[in-house]
């Protein structure tokens, strides 16, 4: 006969272990994370195996498939972590601006602070050309690149930005972005406030002079 106590007891003893499974899980996975980011950086997204990140862990071999079924899964949740953390600032950013300068400079600004503070992920990210594809096809990172053309756009409307080619615009943005980021992290010191200046002027001095769109 099982009695209140034993029913009590019972219900706090199902529940720890379920707190702990998930801290173990979310553990494992994020040992799997941090091994495959210092793997990518040291050996490049096209030399990398599985091998290589699990043996960069105290996890097992079966452990690893638990939680990804390919170096490509890690490769794109590293990359979709990163995306989900600087997202929300760049959102942010552009909708408090009040003028085509506080829009550019703040975006750029922004980035480029996060990508100082999160070298190793950027690094994995510019390792190789061969990630190039599987950077850009991340769904976090697309929504990103959906979140800047529609703010862009809007921006657009409400008059703080000319009337441009909205898709052309945030594709310049991002490429601009990623290439004076890289660069930024090969000097030293690192300034992102440097490079923040550099492409706010370089779009600044360019965007009143681009064409408007011709379709609708």
């Not at 499974?21 to 494992?28: I, S, Y």
């Not at 997204?45 to 638990?66: C, E, K, P, Q, W």
């Not at 899964?73 to 942010?92: G, H, K, N, T």
Request: glycine share 6%; with cysteine.
């Amino acid at each position: 006969m099982t009695t209140e106590t034993d029913s009590g007891a019972s219900a706090v003893m199902a529940h720890l272990p379920k707190g702990k499974r998930e801290r173990t899980k979310l553990a494992n996975r994020e040992a799997i994370l941090a091994a495959a980011r210092d793997v990518f950086a040291r050996l490049g997204y096209g030399a990398t195996t599985v091998r290589d990140i699990i043996r960069a862990t105290d996890l097992a071999s079966g452990t690893f498939y638990n939680y990804f079924k390919s170096k490509e899964e890690v490769f794109e949740a590293i990359q979709d972590e990163s995306a989900v953390r600087v997202r929300p600032r760049l959102r942010a950013e552009r909708i408090r601006a009040k003028s085509v300068e506080e829009f550019i400079a703040g975006s750029f600004r922004t980035f480029f602070d996060y990508v100082a503070t999160d070298r190793g992920t950027f690094a994995v990210m510019r390792r190789n050309a061969d990630t190039v594809r599987v950077r850009m096809d991340t769904p976090e990172i697309i929504a990103g690149f959906d979140e800047l053309k529609s703010d862009i756009v809007r921006a657009m409307d409400e008059g703080l930005l000319p009337r441009a080619d909205a898709d052309f615009l945030m594709a310049s943005m991002v490429g601009v972005a990623f290439e004076c980021a890289e660069r930024m992290l090969k000097r030293e010191p690192v300034d992102p406030a440097a490079a923040a200046d550099f492409a706010t002027a370089l779009f600044l001095g360019g965007i009143r002079a681009l064409p408007k769109p011709t379709h609708s």
